[in-house]
């Protein structure tokens, strides 16, 4: 006998079990004076301020801001105790003060490319040799150019090794070691190159001449995209493309496509005057002229910038070019948790939350230089951006990032839940008199459930719909609607669209291997052509919901309020105070 085939569907889908979904609400609109961000804000203060009393830190300065899509929410400033007293730098570290990045600057190099696909001049899935003709033709290497594209240089997927110049044990005397103590056998010189650790006091920057000379000669680590591997030398690579396709230098075409169309006036390639930077003591990489790895790790820059660069992320993430959502992750790192991006460095953890095990995801790019240690961490689904830049000893770093990152995530994960609890909990009935038809809402960690649905008098959560659109039979569950960001009316920003979501309570016992394993369904059924969990949800003009109309069901719910009021009652009250 043959099934029918949403039957064979369904089946594949119900052998699947799906915990508490990821995004369960939608990003908070912050207010700097709610009471738990500035309660947060200022524990985080106090932390800080006492964890940088130790002595040990006497020589760190750091910079910290935290920034929304729309604007600015925090900043945290410390400077050194101990100052490189042979260079005077910025009297006191404030949000203008400039540090070395580092590899953060991977990031712009990758929004100069993702402009220049959307623009047409080049494609992420060509390959480098098409915008590179230096590498067309013989080489004494093994890199197989013609199968290494945009996309997987970006992405950590072109098997190039990672350095051009540097991290080269012959260099004993940057080491302070000789390689003979380590069981090194003497080598020659001949034949490398003489830039940056390879010259005296890494005074002679690589040229572009070098870099191509040297990856000619280069094999690869993996076949492209077999597998990530860090490298440098890519991120080089696609800024010779960008300076190809736009007949202008990368460093000026970063600075007239991203750092004066954002207002980051501070933020340069150029070695700035010592007075307006966090210089720490030696050994440090303040002035040190980068050359053509300026595209990996060459920009100075503010926190009050990067905050800017953050925001510019945080909206346009999924709308630079159709060819990719910019946050989404491309390929594993080297364990469950981590993933690359292009260029970030994802991080996914069900640790975050105290009181859920739902996964927060970290999209963040980090850098380092001597003496510097940088990271700049995006949270889509909080809306946050944070920067971090640190001067001196790195032995804060670590807990200067856990402190702030988790810190921040739970308190917009709290301002989430009362945002929730607020503006979309309590009682809908129908509009239609005549119907029986009414709708609970209330709002906990996992979301915004549906804790009674009555339609057409016909009680939804104990019906047999949800059993045929997968309701486990033995496992606890729960419904829930969860936002998809998306509006009836995209152009105003009205009508949000959401979706009723059946979800598996997590067990706390040990359970199956295979029951974390879930495949993201989240349309199911149709009802007459209609989705049948889609719901639209209208707010009013002070940002109250008050009307739901669950699209399947052909049922519009307007919300009930204390002695019967509706929203629209309520908003015309304020309207007529204000």
């Known amino acids: 006998m043959l099934l029918p085939l949403y039957g064979v569907t369904f089946i594949g889908l119900a052998a699947a079990t799906c915990y508490e979904p990821s995004f369960a609400h939608p990003p ?20 800080l301020t006492i964890a940088l009393g130790d002595p040990k830190y006497n020589s760190t300065s750091i910079s910290v801001e935290v920034t929304s899509s729309k604007e600015s929410l925090w900043e945290f400033h410390h400077s050194a105790r101990e100052r490189n007293a042979s260079r005077p ?124 000379r040297s990856v000619k000669s280069y094999h690869p680590v993996f076949a492209p995209n077999q597998q990530s ?24 075409y970063i600075d007239d496509a991203i750092f004066k169309p954002l207002g980051m006036g501070r933020s340069t390639f150029s070695v700035p005057p010592d007075s307006e930077g966090v210089i720490p003591l030696w050994p440090h990489y ?52 981590s993933f690359y991006g292009m260029p970030w460095e994802i991080f996914q953890s069900d640790r975050v939350l105290s009181n859920s095990q739902r996964a927060i995801r970290f999209i963040t790019k980090g850098g380092g230089l001597p003496s510097y240690t940088s990271l700049v961490i995006l949270i889509p689904q909080y809306d946050l951006g944070i920067s971090l830049l640190l001067a001196g000893p790195p032995d804060f770093f670590a807990t200067l990032r856990e402190t702030v990152s988790i810190g921040l995530a739970r308190a917009a994960e709290q301002i989430a839940i009362s945002t929730l609890e607020q503006g979309y909990a309590g009682r809908y009935i129908s509009a239609d008199p005549k119907l029986n038809s009414s709708l609970v809402l209330e709002a906990d960690h996992r979301g915004l459930l549906v804790k009674e649905f009555i339609s057409n008098s016909t009680d939804v959560l104990q019906s047999g719909l949800l059993r045929y659109l997968g309701r486990p039979e033995d496992k606890p569950w729960y419904l829930l609607l969860i936002p998809t960001l998306l509006y009836r009316d995209e152009e105003n920003q009205k009508g949000e669209i959401w979706r009723l979501h059946i979800a598996t309570e997590r067990p706390r016992e040990e359970t199956e291997v295979w029951d974390d394993f879930c495949i993201t369904d989240i349309e199911g059924l149709l009802y007459g052509g209609i989705p049948i969990n889609q719901a639209v949800i209208w707010k009013g003009p002070y940002g109250l919901v008050y009307d739901i109309d669950l699209e399947g069901f052909r049922a519009s719910m307007v919300r009930i309020f204390a002695h019967g009021h509706t929203a629209s009652h309520i908003e015309e009250h304020e309207q007529m105070e204000l």
């Open 229 to 252: 591997t860090y490298s440098n030398i890519a991120f080089e690579l696609i800024a010779l493309v960008i300076a190809n396709v736009t007949n202008q230098t990368y460093e000026s």
């Open 286 to 337: 303040w002035d040190v002229d980068e050359g053509v790895q300026n595209p990996t790790g060459g920009i100075f820059t503010s926190s009050n910038d990067l905050s800017k660069f953050l925001r510019h992320v945080l909206t346009r993430y999924n709308g630079i070019t159709h060819a990719l959502n910019w946050m989404h992750p491309v390929s594993p790192s080297k364990d469950l948790h």
């Open 89 to 212: 730098d910025i009297p006191h570290v404030n949000g203008s003060a400039l540090y070395r990045i580092a590899s953060i600057t991977k990031t712009f190099t990758v929004l100069g490319l993702l402009q220049q696909h959307a623009a047409g001049n080049l494609s992420l899935d060509d390959p480098v040799e098409k915008y590179i003709t230096e590498l067309n033709g013989p080489q004494n290497g093994t890199l197989p150019w013609k199968d290494i594209t945009l996309r997987s240089l970006a992405s950590q997927l072109s098997g190039i090794p990672r350095e051009l110049a540097q991290s080269d044990l012959i260099n004993e005397g940057n080491l302070h070691i000789s390689p003979d103590d380590w069981g090194l056998p003497p080598v020659s010189r001949e034949g490398l190159i003489t830039c940056d650790e390879y010259s005296e006091n890494y005074h002679e920057p690589c040229t572009a001449s070098d870099l191509i």
């Open 28 to 47: 908070p609109d912050y207010d700097r004076d709610h009471p738990i961000l500035k309660d947060a804000l200022t524990h985080l203060h106090d932390v």
